[in-house]
């Protein structure tokens, strides 16, 4: 049975992410596209791989929720999407939701869905399903491996193409503003370090900077175990989180912006560590588009309702 996916907030970034890996799978059909300020045009003019005579719609929450479809995606600034959820779950009880806003990620009601890091248990046959943020999993992945060896706050340096600001004009996106430029924002107390410290258990210190390339992450952890390690069993430490995963990649070598950008997954590298073994700094590259959103939204979904989780995510 081909499952019914609805999509809201369809014309942003991710949205066309999404709709694009959707059109990769056989399993899973776009049935509804939701955007105001589309509605309708075809959506094959956002995205060409969207099914023929599939048109945006500008669908209240009551209207969404009548569609009965499988699973709807809400992929929505924050701030958004509880109107959506409440009519979906007054609705439609068994329709999956996976929210890509920070609303949901401190509700202990949903499932924060990272699953390379919190197993894929949680995830299986749930209803409501928290995505992390982008800077959030490539913090969370390079904190994890070791965060119970820590003695203190992580420290992560990171920067962001201008898509991770979203479609809504702002200095954060604004070319001109960001021409030879690196601009920091969010110095104190941004969602993603209040994100990661809450489901890492440690304690997490975020620097946010947008520069003037269009999608990636590379994000710089800075971190300090309570005992000394060797090169050998810090390296390890990843290797073994990640055996087995096919969107996580470890290599020697530091990653770069472009390592991550339109890559699916995440690569993990640098493995610094100093002399006394007690201080280490590990890099992590990956695409805000993707894995940061879209791929990890898929990923979660398919967990979800018990199907292939890899398939579509790589063209």
């Not at 300090?224 to 990649?249: M, N, Q």
Request: overall charge negative.
């Amino acid at each position: 049975m081909t499952l019914r996916i609805g999509l809201v907030g369809a014309r942003g970034y991710a949205g066309r992410e999404l709709i694009a890996i959707l059109a990769r799978r056989s399993d899973m059909a776009l049935d509804f596209a939701v955007s105001r300020n589309m509605a309708g045009e075809p959506v094959t003019d956002l995205a060409p791989e969207a099914p023929a005579g599939l048109r945006f719609e500008a669908l209240s929450p009551d209207e969404i929720a009548a569609r009965g479809a499988d699973a709807v995606i809400l992929a929505m600034p924050n701030g958004q999407a509880a109107d959506y959820v409440a009519a979906i779950q007054a609705a439609a009880p068994d329709t999956v939701i996976v929210d890509l806003s920070a609303d949901y990620r401190f509700d202990e009601a949903w499932v924060y869905g990272l699953p390379e890091i919190y197993g894929r248990d949680q995830i299986a046959g749930s209803k409501r399903i928290s995505n992390p943020g982008c800077y959030a999993t490539a913090g969370q992945l390079c904190v994890a491996p070791v965060r119970a060896w820590m003695s203190g706050p992580a420290h992560l340096f990171g920067v962001s193409g201008y898509s991770g600001a979203g479609t809504t004009p702002s200095r954060k996106n604004d070319l001109e503003a960001l021409k030879d430029n690196l601009m920091p924002y969010g110095l104190l107390g941004h969602t993603h370090e209040q994100e990661m410290s809450r489901h890492l258990g440690r304690d997490v210190r975020f620097s946010p900077h947008v520069a003037a390339f269009f999608r990636g992450i590379t994000l710089t952890a800075q971190l300090e175990f309570a005992e000394p390690v060797t090169p050998e069993v810090f390296r390890a430490a990843y290797d073994d989180s990640y055996a087995g995963e096919p969107l996580i990649k470890v290599q020697d070598a530091i990653p770069e912006i472009r390592d991550g950008a339109v890559n699916p997954g995440a690569v993990i590298g640098g493995f610094a560590l100093s002399e006394d073994g007690r201080r280490a700094v590990v890099v992590c590259a990956l695409d805000n588009l993707l894995k940061g959103a879209a791929t990890q939204a898929i990923q979660n979904l398919a967990i979800a309702l018990d199907r292939p989780e890899f398939d579509g995510l790589t063209p």
